[in-house]
């Protein structure tokens, strides 16, 4: 069954700082793999996202992703962290075939200290 | 124009009542979802409609039936409130069955006392 695992439900970094949220996934075959934003009472807005082609994918706000599929790892990062960075991260997978539905990681609330 | 918006957005309600949360999307989409996001924030999805059909149904107590009357709506409707059914609910959509990206609503946040 396919799962994913978001490591550290909580992470600060200071502002200027590298930005790492990890996220490894258990699939039989390679998904489509998601990182996706929640803001204080909002709904989820997509950061980016990988299918196929380029492994180092590239999302909004200066975030990128990085597909290794030999460490079935789909790592989250940005060069230096700004304050309206603060939020919850969520990792997802996506099926490809069948009911091709979303499973999400327990997401990683990132603190930005100034 | 929000894409997929939900209402109400904040619904506090007392146990053993019915209440129902409406979807509507915008965006032309043939799929739509619900899903629950726990307090501990963990999201699941509920149910999956594709051009009115129910292609997803993951193990949600009967109380819960989704309801689409078209393809740009996809309702909740929830029986017998428990107080174990305190989450934020929230609708999305996608461009058809195997698109690449879902499109979430702002949620609605069920409070059942």
């Known amino acids: 069954a396919q799962s994913v695992t978001q490591l550290g439900s909580h992470v600060s970094v200071s502002e200027g700082a590298l930005v790492l949220l990890r996220c490894n996934y258990s699939s039989s075959v390679p998904p489509y793999l998601f990182w996706y934003v929640q803001y204080p009472n909002q709904g989820l807005q997509l950061l980016l996202k990988y299918t196929t082609g380029a492994t180092l994918v590239k999302g909004i706000n200066g975030f990128e992703a990085e597909f290794k599929k030999s460490e079935t790892s789909f790592h989250l990062t940005k060069p230096s962290a700004h304050m309206s960075d603060a939020a919850e991260y969520f990792c997802a997978v996506r099926l490809t075939s069948g009911t091709y539905k979303y499973i999400f990681g327990t997401g990683t609330r990132l603190k930005v200290l100034a | 124009d929000t894409a997929v918006s939900q209402t109400p957005k904040y619904l506090v309600t007392q146990m053993g009542n019915d209440k129902s949360i409406k979807c509507e999307q915008n965006l032309g989409h043939d799929t739509m979802y619900w899903y629950k996001q726990d307090s501990k924030k963990f999201l699941k999805i509920m149910f999956s409609?594709?051009?009115?059909?129910?292609?997803i149904n993951e193990t949600v107590p009967n109380r819960f039936s989704p309801k689409s009357p078209d393809k740009a709506h996809l309702n909740l409707h929830i029986n017998s409130l428990e107080l174990g059914d305190s989450a934020v609910y929230f609708c999305?959509?996608?461009?058809?069955?195997?698109?690449?990206?879902?499109?979430f609503g702002q949620g609605t946040r069920l409070t059942v006392v």
């Open positions: 409609y594709n051009n009115k059909e129910l292609i």
């Open positions: 999305a959509s996608s461009q058809a069955q195997g698109a690449t990206e879902a499109f």
